[in-house]
């Protein structure tokens, strides 16, 4: 299998491990992009096609497909924020984030889907966002469903997704089959420890290899600290280097200094940089309404095997349960079917002892389904707060509260009678007091009682969105419509973290769409260009 | 991870007392598992892996030692914080009254039996104090995480691993 990665390294892209440096560093540059995820690809992939010098820094390693071999216990460490444990504040919800060069793109799970039309609807109402709007946007939906390959995906699906299929038609609940951003996809099913044989196309595969490709440079294990401004102006990103362990700083640092600078390091890390950048933000809004789509899992024994592991891990879905009341009404969820591998599922599981060892024996024969929990829309669901630790990084405080419990309950209800439709034997949601079902009667009943809590029923997250909201004036948002910083001039804002509210689609493609609008009005006004002609 | 020293304050003066003995063993920094640290997580992991571990003898002594290395290395890959915390957990476990007071262990870890660890382990996932509910899930997630990394574990989950010779 050739690596792309690694033959671009060998015919001279511009790559600085930054864990190698010895002694610190001033770097210049047009734009410097800080993260290299779905907003940060993006944005060094136009801006570099401009004829920009782009210096995209990013904090995670360079790895690529030969060094993706499908193993848990390598992967979690190597390509996820904190081993794949990131949690809430007070650990209530367990949070799935890339940190690798690629971002969450390089380990997600290829699900895409334009934002909702009902979204930018209520964005449009709340928060002034005029100019964004379901047609306004199309084209560069189209753009990037075309450049990464997002396609239906006709491999029949396997028998984890299936059991969201049958069951949803028994009961008569539309089923839809999601589109994928791969090319010539071997249907694996270990996507999310990146991708071995380079049909994930993922930022790590496209974007930046064309940025790459045009001259500009990668800086890895590099940590953005701060950004050093004057007036109403950035001048430079201060950075620490990480040693190898991407953990410890080395005691090196990296300045840079650009025309402009991008913040693109996810919904916890950017507005985290902005804080300890003490940037203008008389409005308190920086760090404030972050969304996590707060996902409860059920689990089900099938009567053969499932195999769950096996397979292109997420290819069903259903939003029936989106439509069921008004967006702002009681939350709404979206049904999905994720993989299980090994340590993803163990550590999911409640208990310990024979009981859990008892429930690992069944692994094989193991579904789960998962919902995500629509948050930001239901005034009282105002989401968490990006705060800072004493050494400066980033904690996320997600309260968990009635309106989610509500959704969560009416979520493992929906779960467990559509896998008791699909011929499940047991039901358990994933939850320390849940007995564990043998009938969806049984089920109703218990799952009807069930204590909904922190720390009792798991919760977990894959999908961090907001804490640099978009609005039309600077007293409802951080930044505007195109991602421009209200305060300083010559600062956008190129990720997750803008959105006013959740998206209740995994938000892959919403990132690649917003942001490959906002870069190429930026590689315009930067480059004294006329405006794209894309609506 | 585990134990914010602000909610410690508020687990009375036990904890803040249990707490400084805990910061004062981990004074010395960046550290590997110490042989106490090493020989408590071996009695947890003892309980929290029952029915997938091997009988009693040599075999199940010698597992234990290999998944005890394993959530060494997976603490590793935490962040500073989170490894600080847990630093503060294992340092109070390690402690005769931390052992008695918080996971009401009387005696030596090496001579506690699955049944006395799985009491203590039960106590903390229903217990309504949210700081030994997050305690409780620590070490349930770093076991099983070292437990199940390991390719030896899989063939009794009937796990295939990742798919061989394609590449």
Same mark, same amino acid.
């Given at each position: 299998?050739?690596?792309?990665?690694?033959?671009?390294?060998?015919?001279?892209?511009?790559?600085?491990?930054?864990? @190698?440096?010895?002694?610190?560093?001033?770097?210049?540059?047009?734009?410097?992009?800080?993260?290299?995820?779905?907003?940060?690809?993006?944005?060094?992939?136009?801006?570099?096609?401009?004829?920009?010098?782009?210096?995209?820094?990013?904090?995670?390693?360079?790895?690529?497909?030969?060094?993706?071999?499908?193993?848990?216990?390598?992967?979690?460490?190597?390509?996820?924020?904190?081993?794949?444990?990131?949690?809430?504040?007070?650990?209530? +919800?367990?949070?799935?984030?890339?940190?690798?060069?690629?971002?969450?793109?390089?380990?997600?799970?290829?699900?895409?889907?334009?934002?909702?039309?009902?979204?930018?609807?209520?964005?449009?109402?709340?928060?002034?966002?005029?100019?964004?709007?379901?047609?306004?946007?199309?084209?560069?939906?189209?753009?990037?469903?075309?450049?990464?390959?997002?396609?239906?995906?006709?491999?029949?699906?396997?028998?984890?997704?299936?059991?969201?299929?049958?069951?949803?038609?028994?009961?008569?609940?539309?089923?839809?089959? +999601?589109?994928?951003?791969?090319?010539?996809?071997?249907?694996?099913?270990?996507?999310?420890?990146?991708?071995? @044989?380079?049909?994930?196309?993922?930022?790590?595969?496209?974007?930046?290899?064309?940025?790459?490709?045009?001259?500009?440079?990668?800086?890895?294990?590099?940590?953005?600290?701060?950004?050093?401004?004057?007036?109403?102006?950035?001048?430079?990103?201060?950075?620490?280097?990480?040693?190898?362990?991407?953990?410890?700083?080395?005691?090196?640092?990296?300045?840079?200094?650009?025309?402009?600078?991008?913040?693109?390091?996810?919904?916890?890390?950017?507005?985290?940089?902005?804080?300890?950048?003490?940037?203008?933000?008389?409005?308190?809004?920086?760090?404030?309404?972050?969304?996590?789509?707060?996902?409860?899992?059920?689990?089900?024994?099938?009567?053969?095997?499932?195999?769950?592991?096996?397979?292109?891990?997420?290819?069903?879905?259903?939003?029936?349960?989106?439509?069921?009341?008004?967006?702002?009404?009681?939350?709404?969820?979206?049904?999905?079917?994720?993989?299980?591998?090994?340590?993803?599922?163990?550590?999911?599981?409640?208990?310990?002892?024979?009981?859990?060892?008892?429930?690992?024996?069944?692994?094989?024969?193991?579904?789960?389904?998962?919902?995500?929990?629509?948050?930001?829309?239901?005034?009282?669901?105002?989401?968490?707060?990006?705060?800072?630790?004493?050494?400066?990084?980033?904690?996320?405080?997600?309260?968990?509260?009635?309106?989610?419990?509500? #959704?969560?309950?009416?979520?493992?209800?929906?779960?467990?009678?559509?896998?008791?439709?699909?011929?499940?034997?047991?039901?358990?949601?994933?939850?320390?007091?849940?007995?564990?079902?043998?009938?969806?009667?049984?089920?109703?009943?218990? +799952?009807?009682?069930?204590?909904?809590?922190?720390?009792?029923?798991?919760?977990?997250?894959?999908?961090?969105?907001?804490?640099?909201?978009?609005?039309?004036?600077?007293?409802?948002?951080?930044?505007?419509?195109?991602?421009?910083?209200?305060?300083?001039?010559?600062?956008?804002?190129?990720? #997750?973290?803008?959105f006013p509210t959740s998206l209740g689609v995994n938000p892959q493609l919403s990132i690649y769409g917003l942001v490959a609008r906002n870069a190429s009005l930026l590689a315009a006004?930067?480059?004294?260009?006329?405006?794209?002609?894309?609506? | 991870?585990?134990?914010?020293?602000?909610?410690?304050?508020?687990?009375?003066?036990?904890?803040?007392?249990?707490?400084?003995?805990?910061?004062?063993?981990?004074?010395?920094?960046?550290?590997?598992?110490?042989?106490?640290?090493r020989e408590m997580l071996a009695a947890l992991a003892n309980a929290i892996l029952e029915g997938a571990l091997p009988p009693e003898g040599e075999r199940r002594h010698r597992l234990?030692a290999l998944t005890v290395d394993g959530i060494a290395s997976a603490v590793a890959g935490l962040s500073l914080a989170a490894q600080k915390e847990v630093g503060e957990l294992f340092?109070?476990?390690?402690?005769?009254?931390?052992?008695?007071?918080?996971?009401?262990?009387?005696?030596?870890?090496?001579?506690?039996?699955?049944?006395?660890?799985?009491?203590?382990?039960?106590?903390?996932?229903?217990?309504?104090?949210?700081?030994?509910?997050?305690?409780?899930?620590?070490?349930?997630?770093?076991?099983?995480?070292?437990?199940?990394?390991?390719?030896?574990?899989?063939?009794?989950?009937?796990?295939?691993?990742?798919?061989?010779?394609?590449?």
């Open positions: 299998m050739q690596d792309p990665i690694k033959s671009g390294l060998a015919a001279g892209w511009k790559h600085v491990d930054a864990s @190698t440096l010895s002694r610190g560093q001033t770097v210049d540059a047009d734009v410097v992009v800080i993260g290299t995820g779905a907003g940060g690809g993006v944005t060094a992939d136009i801006l570099s096609d401009a004829g920009l010098r782009v210096v995209l820094v990013e904090e995670g390693p360079l790895r690529s497909s030969s060094d993706f071999r499908m193993r848990e216990a390598d992967a979690y460490p190597e390509l996820y924020q904190e081993s794949a444990s990131r949690k809430t504040a007070d650990k209530a +919800i367990n949070i799935y984030q890339g940190r690798c060069v690629g971002g969450s793109t390089t380990v997600n799970w290829t699900s895409s889907f334009r934002t909702p039309p009902e979204v930018f609807d209520f964005w449009q109402r709340q928060f002034g966002l005029r100019q964004l709007s379901a047609d306004a946007m199309s084209s560069w939906f189209a753009v990037m469903e075309h450049k990464l390959w997002m396609r239906r995906w006709e491999t029949p699906p396997n028998a984890n997704n299936k059991v969201l299929a049958v069951g949803g038609e028994k009961l008569g609940i539309p089923i839809g089959s +999601i589109r994928r951003n791969v090319k010539g996809c071997w249907n694996l099913g270990y996507c999310g420890m990146g991708c071995p @044989t380079n049909a994930k196309q993922s930022m790590l595969l496209t974007t930046i290899p064309a940025a790459l490709n045009r001259g500009a440079t990668l800086y890895t294990r590099l940590r953005a600290e701060r950004l050093r401004f004057a007036g109403s102006r950035v001048t430079a990103l201060d950075c620490v280097a990480l040693q190898a362990d991407g953990i410890h700083p080395s005691g090196k640092r990296v300045q840079v200094r650009a025309r402009h600078f991008v913040a693109a390091g996810g919904a916890i890390g950017s507005p985290a940089l902005l804080l300890r950048s003490g940037v203008p933000d008389p409005h308190r809004l920086l760090g404030k309404r972050t969304f996590l789509h707060p996902v409860v899992i059920s689990s089900a024994l099938m009567p053969d095997r499932v195999d769950a592991y096996a397979g292109a891990p997420q290819t069903i879905y259903t939003d029936h349960f989106l439509h069921q009341a008004a967006i702002d009404g009681p939350l709404g969820f979206k049904l999905e079917v994720p993989p299980l591998h090994p340590v993803l599922f163990s550590t999911t599981l409640q208990g310990f002892g024979e009981a859990h060892a008892r429930l690992m024996r069944e692994f094989t024969r193991v579904n789960s389904v998962l919902a995500l929990l629509r948050d930001g829309f239901h005034p009282e669901s105002r989401g968490g707060e990006v705060r800072l630790d004493s050494n400066g990084l980033p904690v996320l405080d997600y309260p968990l509260g009635d309106v989610i419990w509500e #959704g969560a309950r009416r979520a493992l209800l929906a779960m467990a009678e559509i896998q008791f439709a699909a011929g499940a034997r047991w039901v358990f949601p994933v939850h320390e007091t849940a007995p564990g079902y043998p009938s969806w009667a049984e089920a109703k009943k218990g +799952i009807a009682e069930l204590p909904l809590k922190p720390l009792l029923c798991r919760v977990v997250s894959a999908h961090v969105m907001g804490g640099c909201g978009m609005a039309d004036t600077p007293q409802r948002g951080v930044a505007d419509h195109r991602g421009r910083h209200f305060w300083l001039a010559n600062l956008s804002i190129h990720d #997750g973290s803008l006004e930067l480059c004294g260009r006329p405006v794209p002609q894309i609506p | 991870m585990i134990v914010s020293r602000r909610q410690f304050l508020k687990t009375g003066l036990a904890g803040s007392v249990l707490l400084a003995l805990s910061g004062w063993l981990n004074a010395a920094g960046a550290r590997s598992l110490s042989d106490g640290e234990l340092g109070l476990l390690v402690l005769a009254p931390g052992r008695l007071m918080l996971a009401g262990v009387g005696k030596p870890w090496r001579e506690a039996s699955v049944a006395e660890v799985s009491d203590f382990l039960q106590s903390w996932r229903s217990s309504r104090l949210s700081l030994l509910q997050t305690a409780y899930a620590a070490l349930h997630d770093l076991t099983f995480a070292a437990w199940y990394g390991r390719s030896d574990t899989w063939d009794a989950i009937d796990y295939p691993g990742p798919p061989r010779g394609y590449f």
